[in-house]
């Protein structure tokens, strides 16, 4: 099955904004294919505001985000491929949702441990 990653971020977008919120997206940076101003960008990552108001052209495809935004008063193309968002919140209570990094490989967490699933459930409960 094809990333469910687009889709969230489009419903997430519209679900924040439907809300009067402002939607800002957290982006790795370092992520190949992203084009974003390199003096926006700290500590490998970058914040963008995608508000349908403070950005023109949005487009949410299946690949990647795509916009103009104005950087320092200048216009710019900004692309951010799928798998470079690392989360979609609203700015003013910061609710949203993050996303796992699916680049990185599962490591063992002891030596020796194999790939047969484990016994018991995987579920905990959260109080």
Request: hydrophobic share 40%.
């Given at each position: 099955?094809?990333?469910?990653?687009?889709?969230?971020?489009?419903?997430?977008?519209?679900?924040?904004?439907d809300n009067g919120l402002t939607p800002y997206l957290l982006v790795d940076a370092a992520f190949p294919g992203v084009l974003v101003p390199p003096q926006a960008i700290k500590d490998g990552r970058i914040v963008l505001n995608v508000a349908l108001r403070a950005v023109d052209r949005l487009d949410l495809s299946k690949d990647c985000v795509r916009f103009l935004a104005r950087f320092?008063?200048?216009?710019?193309?900004?692309?951010?491929?799928?798998?470079?968002?690392?989360?979609?919140?609203?700015?003013?209570?910061?609710?949203?949702?993050?996303?796992?990094?699916?680049?990185?490989?599962p490591t063992p967490t002891s030596p020796g441990e194999s790939d047969a699933p484990r016994k018991g459930g995987h579920l905990r409960v959260v109080k």
């Open positions: 099955m094809s990333s469910n990653r687009p889709y969230l971020l489009r419903a997430m977008h519209e679900w924040i904004s320092s008063g200048v216009s710019q193309n900004v692309e951010v491929p799928v798998g470079a968002v690392l989360a979609i919140y609203a700015q003013e209570n910061g609710q949203g949702m993050m996303f796992r990094t699916d680049d990185a490989p």
